[in-house]
């Protein structure tokens, strides 16, 4: 699938760009667009237009009227040279999305690099010859959004399985804490989700430039107050191992709808290519000291999916509510979104899939506290492939006495000192205001 080009150009400059340029998506167009001809008039497109430019990339005649403007690539290569070298090293590493094979572009070059970069997209629109993306590809609008970077210092993977019952793809994952010593730290953990506040409780839509922390964790503790989460670290959790370990990547969560009193069944929805099949994910997530009950809870919370209560089949554009869409996105991509879940057109998993987050107290079963550091490390993975052969055991039950075979389930475990406390905790040092006393 071919990127969104200009969008990936524009996204990049706007990490830099003066705080009037970059308040609105039509605004920062108009601002490379200014500054790349010397004759550009703000009043040239509508805010619309510019809206689809933005999300579609440049066609024939908007390269046209481009090139019309009289273009100064001098005058272009002069304005992103006048960024700090932080803001360059962070463009140089968003613009390397195009060409991922190619060695990173060294500081000096970012300049030269964007007037190359679109007056290449200017050319090949005029020419015809650009990529564009092809229907139904929605990797240059439902990019990964977490920030995973420190991912691989939190957690370590101990064991990977399927679940027997599945005739679609799934897997469960068994995870730990770094360092992999009982009692576990959490430090490592709040700067993961703290890191990712934003991107989790904020849409799309909004350039998360504009978006201060204390605003995201504002939502969250508002979110936490409307009675609707049971666990808000759970459902942070669900996201982040979805779109890091199974590239499934959020077209909305709940958390970012509340905020206009909205609600819905799942956690969050989520959009993954599963080998060329598009697959509708719905987030759910338990935290439990007890290792049985977080799986009866989840289960619970899948049952109470409206896909789950009809006896007819209910289809993928369905699930996913159009007005909360046209909310987060331009209407275009709103579309956009809709026709790639229609099965008919596209290869499309009709049945919904599910990703489950579960946490639960670690029980080691003995004493840890006189044995090594080795002795610990090994005795807690020992513990964890055992709890994952006990999760997998009851997950299957469930899945074939709800007759859930033929959907697709993405599963991760994670022990805690205690899962019941422990979350609404870390959950509380984060955000602040969240009353960890609720019930579950």
């Not at 840890?368 to 009851?394: G, H, P, Q």
Request: one cysteine or more.
């Amino acid at each position: 699938m071919a990127n969104n080009e200009f969008k990936i150009l524009i996204d990049s400059l706007r990490i830099a760009m003066s705080e009037d340029d970059r308040k609105s998506i039509e605004k920062s167009v108009n601002a490379v667009l200014n500054r790349y001809t010397k004759n550009w008039k703000e009043d040239n497109y509508s805010s619309q237009n510019l809206k689809k430019l933005y999300y579609q990339g440049l066609n024939k005649s908007a390269a046209q009227k481009i090139r019309n403007a009289g273009i100064d690539e001098n005058y272009f290569r002069k304005y992103v040279d006048g960024f700090s070298d932080t803001d360059k090293e962070i463009i140089a590493e968003k613009l390397q999305v195009i060409n991922d094979d190619d060695p990173v572009i060294e500081i000096k070059m970012v300049p030269y690099s964007c007037v190359n970069l679109l007056s290449r997209l200017v050319k090949e629109a005029i020419t015809g010859q650009q990529k564009k993306p092809s229907k139904g590809g929605l990797a240059g609008y439902l990019s990964k959004t977490v920030s995973s970077d420190s991912f691989a210092s939190v957690f370590k993977e101990i064991a990977k399985s399927k679940l027997p019952a599945i005739r679609n793809n799934s897997d469960i994952h068994a995870f730990i804490l770094k360092p992999e010593i009982f009692p576990f730290s959490y430090s490592k953990l709040e700067n993961l989700i703290l890191e990712n506040i934003t991107n989790y409780a904020i849409s799309r839509g909004v350039n998360k430039s504009d978006v201060a922390g204390i605003k995201a964790t504002k939502i969250l503790r508002d979110y936490a107050h409307s009675g609707v989460p049971e666990n808000i670290m759970g459902e942070m959790l669900t996201y982040i191992f979805l779109e890091h370990i199974d590239n499934a990547n959020k077209i909305y969560t709940r958390a970012e709808i509340s905020a206009h009193s909205r609600t819905i069944d799942s956690e969050g929805i989520y959009l993954k290519d599963n080998q060329g099949i598009l697959q509708l994910i719905l987030g759910a997530s338990q935290l439990h000291d007890n290792l049985q009950r977080a799986i009866d809870n989840v289960i619970s919370e899948l049952r109470s999916f409206k896909n789950n209560q009809s006896v007819s089949l209910i289809e993928s554009t369905e699930l996913v509510d159009r007005s909360i869409l046209n909310e987060q996105y331009s209407p275009e991509i709103s579309e956009k979104i809709l026709d790639a879940l229609i099965p008919e057109e596209n290869k499309v998993d009709e049945i919904a899939a599910y990703g489950l987050f579960i946490g639960y107290k670690f029980d080691p079963d003995i004493n840890l506290s006189d044995c090594s550091i080795a002795e610990t490390k090994d005795r807690c993975e020992k513990v964890i492939k055992r709890d994952l052969n006990r999760a997998m055991l009851k997950l299957d039950d469930e899945i074939k006495a709800n007759k859930w075979q033929k959907s697709s389930f993405y599963v991760y475990m994670l022990p805690f000192i205690s899962a019941e406390n422990d979350g609404d905790k870390i959950m509380g040092n984060i955000i602040g205001g969240y009353d960890y006393a609720g019930t579950r």
